[in-house]
Nanobody, 125 residues
């Protein structure tokens, strides 16, 4: 069974940077598409960025040019580098995995079967 563990969240000032990590236990991430989602208090969970099994990356408009998703298959880890952070980026960030080949991706959380426990990101001065 695949289990996901996120890390790297924290408190950062506006304009700052954080790097989130998503590491599995139990299986390799090589056969999965990975999505990063976030949920702010009182709001629905929203997709932020996805990386397909073949390495294709996708971003929602609000983070384009600021966030970078990548996967290191040797370390079996997916990263989300977040730069120029804004207060509206605040929320609990989750990674999710779905068995998928090629360039499949989705920003719909219901398309993913496996989720991590989340890591809090707070952007405030």
């Amino acid at each position: 069974q695949l289990l996901l563990v996120e890390s790297g969240g924290g408190l950062v000032q506006p304009g700052g940077s954080l790097r989130l990590s998503c590491a599995p236990s139990g299986r390799t991430l090589g056969y999965y598409a990975i999505g990063w989602f976030r949920q702010a208090p009182g709001k629905e969970r929203e997709g932020v960025s996805c990386i397909s099994e073949d390495g294709t990356t996708n971003y929602v408009d609000s983070v384009k040019g600021r966030f970078t998703i990548s996967r290191d298959n040797a370390k079996n880890t997916v990263y989300l580098q977040m730069n120029s952070l804004k207060p509206e980026d605040t929320g609990v960030y989750y990674c999710a995995a779905e068995v998928a080949s090629g360039n499949w991706y989705s920003f719909d959380p219901y398309e993913y079967d496996t989720w991590g426990q989340g890591t809090q990101v707070t952007v405030a001065s």
